[in-house]
């Protein structure tokens, strides 16, 4: 034995030292079959990309196996899937012209390095900068070059390096069809078309395959049996595989091919990544572990899937959006779907040649096509022309397809500064008079480049007369704000009234100097505005009350109105459809939009005194509590109910200091109302173990064990109710439990602790972070 080693007998252990314990890789279901469906999904596309670009088809194969696993794995949009995609394929298909293969698998590895470079300084956020008309008529020119090629393919012939050339070689292509090839090209796209589309039960369930992974089989199926002759798939020993090697040729065409492989790259996987997060925002159920997309993150992450992938032999790599749809929309809740697919598209690479070789090539054309036909989305044409940029939509477009991609998205780019130049400088500014009312109207942005035609037109008006200046724009500079006022100065000293009006509200000015805007937040009480309205007339006796509230509507027309103007506006187009039924209390200190840091459209709010629900079938019930409750669960569709007490509750105060007198007398209508609060003040007597508290803490009085016990209280009446219970039955509800304590400005949700009811405290939590804990635990059955 050593001298150093401890001494110990015959019998004794030497001493355990327990090392770090080594974390096991878990990979939940959800995260499977996620990565299965994409895995279907992105082999035969990889084929079909590498196929449309005439890269070596095992390109393809090796691209997506590197976005999946190194994407996948550093990436900072974990629910993203990468790999080649159809936006790249123009791109490509010029490299491999211009520089050869290997060459351009060198200016993959370099373009990998600028976003390497781009993500260490920080500057991915920029990308979102590019007018998304430019983005969406990149997207639309790549598409319209890829179907035009591949055409030529599914008609059995060969295409050109040239959008034009495809173009004026089509008539004798469509005179030299192959049958064999037409026919297969022909199933492949009936398939993609009539599988989303399959009625009834059976064709929900045959859904779940792709209709990419069925139309091609399909097609290699057909013309394996039918015995036809035409080009296979083909994927050569991975020991012939070429690898990358240097560009040759000028270095500003190298380099010129390093920023557009670098920009389209960046570009669509940053897009991707914003895209995903909104999927993931509106995905139903249960809300994923994964926080916001880290767009530096991803950008290095794309960066070093392309080094790898350059490096290997495969094509460029980025986030793919039919892929990343269909690992959200499949429930994936991790990056472990994405490097899964990895495994799978490797796995399939070794071990499924035989199969992968009997893939008609004219199938991957058709599939490829289709593709590029969705690239020129209507939707997006739609956006565009509403937005008045269907110029820069049609110029990039355009420019992509004649020009070449970065020519193009220059181009575009130019278009659209020109384009919000001319809005800048376009002002129209008209004059009419009405009644003996001057109308001034401004539209347009008022900068000093209209400074002329204003002061013109104003000098129009004559000496004492009433005029309006309706300004309809949202960009007034300095030039133009000094000439309007000091226009109404000296219109209002010869007697003149001036008032100013737009959509950020009206302004009345009198020669008197502007008071200072505004600077309260929307909740700030009334009393804190007085401030706000230095010029406001005194009120007479008694009135004081209105014009408090006339103040407030003026505070929200001109400061808060113009900041949800659209966004009410959509709501007033789609209708409401909120996710949130929250019923409290009608006590003026209660703010709900404040407390749940909500806006329009979120909450459907039900507000009565001492927040209570009266239990269904009751004799001389309140109706209109139920209709609330069966309009927001059958009608909107809400997937949670909130029943909010909170501290100080005067109804609970009245219920105290009555006792049972309710029961007897109900004289007032305030008196009949508060007898559905007594099942409350009868849990609180017969002293139940467990009842509600605060966590950490007793109850300081009989009135906030009564505010507590209402809370759990009205949640079993509302457990009562029909519609209700059908929801929770079907697992399509949750019950909530909040308590506000005024004092503390501080929420409580409803949870249960060791059997017993504990209100425990929201705390604030990062951006990104896990749900709130304190919620109420809904069974099987319904019960709180």
Not at 626 to 637: H, Q, S
Not at 681 to 688: C, E, H, I
Request: net charge positive; proline share 6%.
């Amino acid at each position: 034995m050593p001298a150093c080693a401890p001494p110990h007998t015959q019998h004794s252990r030497p001493p355990h030292h327990p090392g770090p314990r080594r974390r096991r890789l878990r990979i939940e279901g959800a995260d499977l079959s996620a990565a299965v469906a994409v895995f279907l999904i992105a082999l035969p596309l990889s084929l079909g990309i590498a196929l449309a670009t005439g890269a070596p088809l095992q390109a393809g194969l090796v691209a997506a196996a590197v976005g999946g696993l190194v994407v996948g794995r550093l990436g900072g949009c974990p629910l993203q899937v990468s790999g080649p995609a159809a936006g790249l394929t123009v791109v490509t298909a010029d490299l491999i012209h211009r520089f050869g293969w290997r060459a351009t698998c060198g200016i993959t590895v370099l373009a990998g390095l600028a976003q390497l470079g781009l993500g260490c300084l920080r500057v991915a956020r920029g990308a979102l900068a590019v007018s998304p008309a430019v983005v969406h008529g990149m997207l639309a020119g790549i598409g319209i070059t890829i179907a035009v090629a591949q055409l030529h393919i599914v008609l059995g012939g060969s295409p050109d390096s040239s959008v034009l050339a495809n173009v004026r070689d089509l008539p004798a292509q469509l005179a030299d069809l192959h049958p064999a090839a037409v026919s297969m090209s022909a199933l492949t796209l009936a398939l993609l078309l009539a599988w989303p589309r399959l009625p009834g039960r059976a064709g929900r369930l045959l859904r779940t395959v792709p209709a990419a992974l069925v139309a091609v089989t399909a097609a290699a199926a057909t013309a394996s049996l039918a015995g036809l002759s035409l080009p296979r798939v083909e994927l050569p020993s991975w020991h012939s595989h070429a690898l990358a090697g240097l560009p040759e040729g000028p270095a500003l065409g190298v380099v010129a091919a390093v920023l557009t492989t670098t920009l389209v790259c960046s570009v669509q996987s940053l897009l991707g990544a914003v895209a995903v997060d909104k999927l993931v925002a509106a995905r139903p159920g249960p809300q994923s572990r994964v926080g916001r997309s880290d767009l530096d993150r991803e950008l290095l992450g794309q960066g070093a899937a392309n080094m790898v992938s350059g490096a290997l032999g495969g094509l460029p790599v980025a986030g793919v959006a039919v892929r990343s749809t269909a690992n959200v929309n499949a429930g994936a809740v991790s990056r472990n779907s994405t490097m899964l697919h990895g495994v799978l598209v490797v796995v399939a690479a070794l071990l499924m040649v035989p199969v992968l070789e009997e893939i008609p090539l004219a199938s991957l054309a058709a599939l490829v096509m289709a593709v590029g036909i969705q690239m020129v989305s209507l939707h997006h044409i739609r956006t565009v022309t509403r937005h008045r940029e269907v110029p820069v939509y049609a110029a990039t477009t355009l420019g992509v397809v004649l020009l070449g991609v970065l020519q193009g998205v220059l181009l575009g780019i130019a278009v659209a500064v020109a384009v919000a130049l001319n809005r800048l400088a376009r002002t129209r500014i008209t004059h009419e008079e009405k009644e003996g009312v001057h109308h001034v109207r401004v539209r347009g942005q008022l900068t000093f480049l209209a400074v002329p035609r204003l002061s013109r037109t104003l000098h129009l008006v004559p000496q004492g007369a009433h005029v309006v200046v309706e300004l309809d724009s949202s960009f007034m500079d300095h030039a133009a704000y000094e000439s309007l006022q000091d226009w109404r100065s000296a219109h209002t000293a010869r007697g003149g009234t001036a008032e100013l009006a737009g959509r950020r509200g009206g302004i009345r000015t009198d020669g008197q100097a502007p008071a200072a805007g505004c600077r309260c937040r929307p909740w700030t009480p009334w009393r804190n505005h007085r401030a706000c309205f230095a010029g406001a007339p005194t009120a007479p006796a008694g009135g004081e009350a209105a014009h408090e509230l006339a103040r407030g509507i003026s505070s929200f027309q001109r400061n808060t109105a113009p900041l949800v103007r659209e966004e009410l506006a959509r709501l007033a187009r789609e209708g409401q459809r909120p996710a949130q039924l929250f019923l409290t209390c009608a006590d003026s200190r209660l703010v709900t939009s404040m407390i749940t840091a909500s806006g329009p459209g979120d909450l459907f709010v039900v507000r009565n005194v001492g927040n209570l629900v009266p239990p269904p079938g009751e004799e001389h019930g309140d109706d209109s509590v139920a209709a609330a409750i069966e309009y927001a669960v059958e009608v909107l569709g809400v997937r949670s109910v909130t029943v909010c007490g909170h501290s100080g509750c005067g109804a609970m105060q009245a219920l105290l200091a009555a006792g049972s007198g309710h029961e007897e007398g109900g004289q007032t209508p305030l008196r009949r109302w508060l007898r559905h609060g007594l099942p409350s003040l009868a849990r609180v007597a017969a002293g139940r173990p467990g009842g509600p508290r605060l966590a950490g803490r007793a109850p300081t009085d009989a009135v906030e064990r009564l505010c507590l016990t209402n809370v759990v209280q009205q949640l079993a009446h509302l457990r009562a109710h029909g519609p209700v219970a059908r929801a929770l039955a079907e697992g399509e509800l949750e019950l909530h439990g909040m308590y506000f304590h005024v004092g503390e400005a501080q929420a409580y949700l409803l949870a249960e602790a060791d059997g017993a009811m504990v209100f425990e405290e929201v705390r604030e939590e990062t951006e990104g972070g896990g749900q709130a804990r304190g919620r109420a635990r809904v069974t099987s059955s319904g019960q709180v």
